[in-house]
């Protein structure tokens, strides 16, 4: 970059140095980059983003449409999942940069397995499930990142069980421990 549009960066700087300790950008060394030796040349560019959030990946809002199956005790379900996934302050692309699918926690037995795949479209999840009644199974959106082993989840509270009688740790470590398993045994999708 030439250093007449170098100079009208607002901020800019090479060599920069923070302690562990350090909590502002006051606390740090740095050589502006206008006053660097050494110029970056093409392709050497580099940009960074600060953000007080380095990571942000939760589920932010989840629906289901239900429809019975004639001559069946089952439901048709559709899952509904808006997840938020942003990395230093930047959204993260879900289309191409994550996996999404949908489980299920059986009441009686506590056990939880695949429902469904999902697919991201018009800037949410979904998926379709044939699912037993709502007084025996708990619908959980997973989203994860590709190419890691970092996921989420959250319960779809419209197609749950009655959770009065087990806790938010026991129902979470049942839904952690098979998405791990499956995580392990896949890779990150």
């Given at each position: 970059m030439k250093r007449r549009k170098l100079a009208q960066l607002p901020f800019g700087a090479t060599n920069v140095r923070c302690h562990s300790n350090a909590t502002s950008s006051d606390d740090c060394t740095y050589t502006p980059y206008q006053m660097?030796?050494?110029?970056?040349?093409?392709?050497?560019?580099?940009?960074?983003?600060?953000?007080?959030?380095?990571?942000?990946?939760?589920l932010a809002e989840s629906k289901v449409k239900v429809k019975a199956i004639s001559g069946s005790d089952k439901n048709r379900v559709k899952v509904?999942?808006?997840?938020?996934?942003s990395k230093y302050g930047s959204d993260v692309n879900q289309k191409s940069g994550m996996w999404g699918g949908a489980v299920v926690v059986q009441k009686d037995t506590m056990k939880a397995y695949w429902a469904a795949p999902m697919k991201y479209t018009r800037k949410k999840w979904s998926g379709i499930a044939e699912l037993g009644s709502s007084d025996n199974v708990c619908t959980v959106c997973v989203a994860g990142i590709e190419n890691s082993f970092v996921y989420t989840f959250g319960l779809v509270k419209d197609y749950c069980f009655d959770r009065s009688t087990i806790s938010e740790e026991s129902s979470?470590?049942?839904?952690?421990?098979?998405?791990?398993?499956?995580?392990?045994?896949?890779?990150?999708?």
């Open positions: 660097s030796r050494v110029p970056c040349q093409t392709g050497e560019e580099v940009a960074l983003r600060c953000s007080d959030n380095p990571w942000r990946f939760e509904l999942c808006n997840f938020h996934a979470n470590k049942v839904i952690r421990d098979f998405v791990d398993s499956v995580v392990e045994k896949y890779g990150s999708k």
